[in-house]
Nanobody, 121 residues
Framework: QVQLVESGGGLVQPGGSLRLSCAAS????????MAWYRQVPGKQRELVAVIPSGDSPNYEDSVKGRFTISRDNIKDTVYLQMNSLKPEDTAVYYCNIDFRQSGTLIRKASWGQGTQVTVSS
């Protein structure tokens, strides 16, 4: 069993900042990649940023230069620092990990419960 617990969402004015956190726990031997997705009603979930183990992060074009993804491999936690927020960033944000299950060679993915980010004046 693997759990992802997200925190840090909320209401912010345009131009403001928020920092999302997602802590993973459970039967995890190794985390290949950690990522943030977002979804608005009526649209598909989209990848915002991903940080592979030992590699450089990648970002969706609209957040480049404004969002920064980082990870703490000791705490199995991924962060998303969001600056210069825009109304179009409003969405439910989900964290995702790609990992190897403890004691096996099985590779799996797991999702957080989602946290609402609302950018509005």
């Amino acid at each position: 069993q693997v759990q992802l617990v997200e925190s840090g969402g909320g209401l912010v004015q345009p131009g403001g900042s928020l920092r999302l956190s997602c802590a993973a726990s459970g039967s995890i031997a190794f985390i290949y990649s950690m990522a943030w997705y977002r979804q608005v009603p009526g649209k598909q979930r989209e990848l915002v940023a991903v940080i592979p183990s030992g590699d450089s992060p990648n970002y969706e074009d609209s957040v480049k230069g404004r969002f920064t993804i980082s990870r703490d491999n000791i705490k199995d936690t991924v962060y998303l620092q969001m600056n210069s927020l825009k109304p179009e960033d409003t969405a439910v944000y989900y964290c995702n990990i790609d990992f190897r299950q403890s004691g096996t060679l099985i590779r799996k993915a797991s999702w957080g419960q989602g946290t609402q980010v609302t950018v509005s004046s």
